[in-house]
């Protein structure tokens, strides 16, 4: 959980300009041989943190959508709901009652994670490999 938790990097395996292929940009959250569960903990955490805040401005407008009056709507539409929303309460508008949602997402994939690489490094056999036992 170094340097490599967020980042952008450039990396090749070989030393030999020769030999070397082209450099590849990689980028996000990595996995690294000495990340313990605490920092897939954390990794888990911003991911579902990431997640919240850019899928919650669709949902909140789909739940106005659902909530509006049928014989009055209030919205023509999805844009229309996004565009009054946010001149009536700026752009955090969009983001009203918002913080459960992230809240319990960043928890919920923290758990995922640390459970996912938990058991599968609990099911790796000698050589590294995951593995169900028999």
Known sequence: ????LIGFRRRSSRKSLA?????????????????????TFVKGGLTGFIEAII????????TQLQLQSKSNPEYAGMADCAKKT???H??????????PLILGSSGKQAA?????????NALKDDQGKLTIPK
């Open 1 to 4: 959980c170094s340097s490599d």
């Open 19 to 39: 030999e070397a292929p082209p450099k590849t940009a990689t980028m996000g959250l990595k996995k690294n041989a000495n990340d313990g569960p605490v920092c």
């Open 55 to 62: 899928c919650y401005p669709t949902e909140f407008v789909k």
């Open 86 to 88: 946010i001149a009536k």
């Open 90 to 99: 700026g752009p955090t508008g969009l983001y009203r009652g918002a913080l």
């Open 112 to 120: 995922r994670w640390t459970g996912y690489e938990t058991m599968a």
